[in-house]
């Protein structure tokens, strides 16, 4: 039973037209026991009138009101003419559900002026067909009233389960976004990731590649420490690389993230320096007891920034290295002689200069990428502790 109330209501014209059904019922059975029923032929019809259009009235409400409304001026005429003396059309409970349904479907407006019609249609009935004037008077207004009341009731009902819906629909289209931002902000994480591990690598071993080109023939021993160091270089990136896609693979926890601290950067100027680039590192402040993202972020941007110094700074490029921490935050800051401005990556363009950019933010710091006033480039971040 339930599953079929459901069902009905997907299907309103079905409803309505088993509620026409049940009016038209009502009405036969009260003609059926009328033994004084005069004229079937205009009770039939009337009959007919007050039921057929009510299986329209939520797709054409106002056009089946005025139906219903005419036919039950029809009604209470053609029993005054036919000699009636009583009005027994079980039928005319369509008007109380046309007054429900304007209310409900239209609007306060035009159920105001049915139910003012009702009310001249019900004087007009107890005037010509001469029936009990206080308890006709007393049914109908109580009727008419739970009809407007019933609507109102529902109107407010279906409203509010719209505004769940619209709600529901926000929240999933809410739940939806956030899904892709997450998704978005993970692929930015594991390309940035990704970019510093193997950019880092790579441009060493090609720097060290080509030294070792040119020095094969003149230098065969530079060529030799060129080719170790390359070897060096690909086994620490391979490492490295392993690690961070360890990482990526599950969810990321900062406690489990590499504690790189004062020895991950003497290594990577260690590295560095193998591979020609004049580097000077200093190192103030305890940096071994921060926490794995801030320490992540610093050896990131010092491996970014001197593998840019090594890529673009020319010959016998230089770099000063200076890692501060201070009570609130860490200062980093990379210096290098610089070089020619044709030569020079622009400020904020290329992955490195972004990837740096993304990182700081993501640590809620700073950053300063530009050419100082005498010439050199500098790299400044301020990483807070908290």
Do not use: C
Not at 159 to 174: F, I, P, S
Not at 181 to 205: C, K, N, P, Q
Not at 246 to 263: F, I, K, S, V
Not at 294 to 320: D, F, M, Y
């Amino acid at each position: 039973m339930r599953r079929f109330s459901l069902w009905l209501r997907g299907q309103p014209f079905v409803a309505d037209s088993l509620l026409a059904a049940g009016l038209f019922v009502l009405d036969a059975a009260a003609f059926i026991s009328n033994v004084e029923m005069k004229s079937w032929l205009v009770f039939v019809i009337a009959t007919l009138a007050l039921t057929l259009p009510v299986p329209w009235r939520r797709v054409h409400p106002r056009i089946v009101a005025s139906a219903v409304g005419a036919a039950s001026l029809f009604t209470t005429f053609a029993s005054a003419a036919a000699g009636e003396t009583a009005n027994l059309h079980l039928a005319v409970l369509g008007l109380p559900i046309m007054l429900y349904t304007l209310v409900a479907y239209v609007g306060r407006r035009d159920a105001a002026i049915f139910a003012v019609f009702v009310a001249a249609d019900s004087i007009l009935s107890l005037l010509i067909l001469r029936q009990a004037v206080v308890m006709t008077l007393l049914f109908t207004v109580m009727m008419y009233t739970l009809a407007w009341i019933a609507a109102e009731f529902n109107g407010a009902r279906r409203a509010y389960d719209e505004a769940v819906e619209a709600k529901l629909v926000v929240a999933e289209y809410d739940r939806d976004r956030r899904a892709e931002e997450a998704v978005a902000m993970e692929r930015t994480r594991i390309a940035r990731e990704l970019h510093d591990v193997i950019a880092h690598g790579v441009s060493v071993m090609v720097v060290q590649a080509d030294g070792a080109s040119y020095a094969i023939r003149r230098n065969p021993e530079r060529a030799e420490q060129a080719v170790a160091n390359i070897s060096a270089t690909g086994r620490t990136a391979l490492a490295e690389l392993r690690r961070t896609v360890a990482l990526l693979r599950t969810t990321q926890n900062t406690d489990d993230m590499p504690q790189y601290g004062t020895a991950g950067l003497a290594k990577v100027v260690e590295m560095m320096a193998r591979a020609g680039l004049n580097v000077e590192l200093e190192q103030t402040g305890n940096l071994d007891d921060i926490s794995p993202a801030i320490s992540l972020g610093i050896h990131r941007l010092v491996q970014e920034s001197l593998t840019n110094v090594l890529r673009h700074a020319g010959h016998n490029p230089k770099a000063r290295v200076s890692v501060v921490r201070r009570d609130e935050d860490v200062l980093v800051e990379i210096v290098d002689n610089g070089s020619e401005p044709e030569t020079k990556t622009v400020q904020g363009t290329g992955n490195g200069v972004l990837g740096m950019r993304e990182r700081v933010a993501v640590l809620q710091g700073s950053l300063d990428v530009g050419r100082t006033p005498d010439g050199q480039w500098r790299v400044r971040a301020e990483l807070p502790l908290d």
